[in-house]
């Protein structure tokens, strides 16, 4: 073979890689912002702010009650450690006894009311117990009818409202003291109402109350 055939030889067969070597590298297209703009937005769940909204409904309700309670029981806050009315005593009257039992009412109609299908588990809890307590009141209310039937009512509300004051030393002993003198001086009057209020004494319940 000719020295001038073998030169051309050469220059075939290392073309091809040279070519390769020197042909810039490719790119592949940048499509991330493509893909940022074209990935599907994730859908909002509409049931769940109705939910939450919902659940948050049915705690202010809840909270609104308990504030609503403890002021108008002030012998039963002072007994579970709350003494915002410590110189106070329930109101007995007949016209107060029929607004509360109204307001109760009136409570345990909306809460039974509210659609809790949907609702998460901890939230259908909180509302099953809530309405299951507005129906004990309810009950009481409407059946029971304490304030006529059980002299108790009377006379725990006069004990308890000493002795919630007593048992734990939350305060000093003069404002306790100014607290007790303040529902000493109510008891008369309460006691009076009761014994009007009383229209169908049990007899069970007036034992229970002497001794």
Same mark, same amino acid.
């Given at each position: 073979?000719?020295?001038? $055939? @073998? @030169? /051309?030889?050469? /220059?075939?067969? +290392?073309? *091809? +890689?040279?070519? /390769? %070597? &020197?042909? *810039? *590298? &490719? #790119?592949n297209p940048d499509i991330s912002n493509k893909a940022l703009i074209t990935k599907s937005t994730p859908t909002i769940n509409e049931d769940a702010f109705k939910n939450q909204s919902a659940d948050a409904a049915l705690h202010k309700l809840a909270d609104d009650y308990y504030a609503w309670r403890n002021e108008n029981y002030p012998v039963l806050s002072s007994d %579970?450690?709350?003494? +915002?009315? $410590? $110189? #106070?005593?329930t109101d007995y009257s007949p016209a107060k006894i029929t607004e509360r039992a109204q307001r109760v009412r009136s409570l345990l109609d909306r809460v039974r009311a509210m659609k809790t299908d949907t609702w998460p588990k901890d939230a259908r809890i909180d509302w099953i117990l809530f309405r299951a307590q507005l129906e004990n009141v309810d009950f009481e209310n409407r059946v029971l009818k304490f304030e006529q039937t059980n002299p108790q009512v009377y006379v725990r509300e006069c004990t308890d409202a000493i002795f919630s004051l007593l048992k734990k030393e939350y305060d000093t002993p003069r404002k306790r003291a100014l607290a007790a003198t303040a529902r000493l001086k109510q008891m008369p009057a309460l006691l009076k109402q009761g014994l009007s209020n009383l229209q169908k004494p049990v007899k069970l319940y007036a034992q229970l109350a002497v001794q």
């Open positions: 073979m000719k020295p001038a $055939d @073998f @030169f /051309v030889i050469a /220059v075939l067969l +290392t073309a *091809p +890689t040279i070519a /390769v %070597a &020197q042909s *810039p *590298p &490719q #790119r %579970a450690g709350l003494h +915002t009315w $410590d $110189d #106070r005593l």
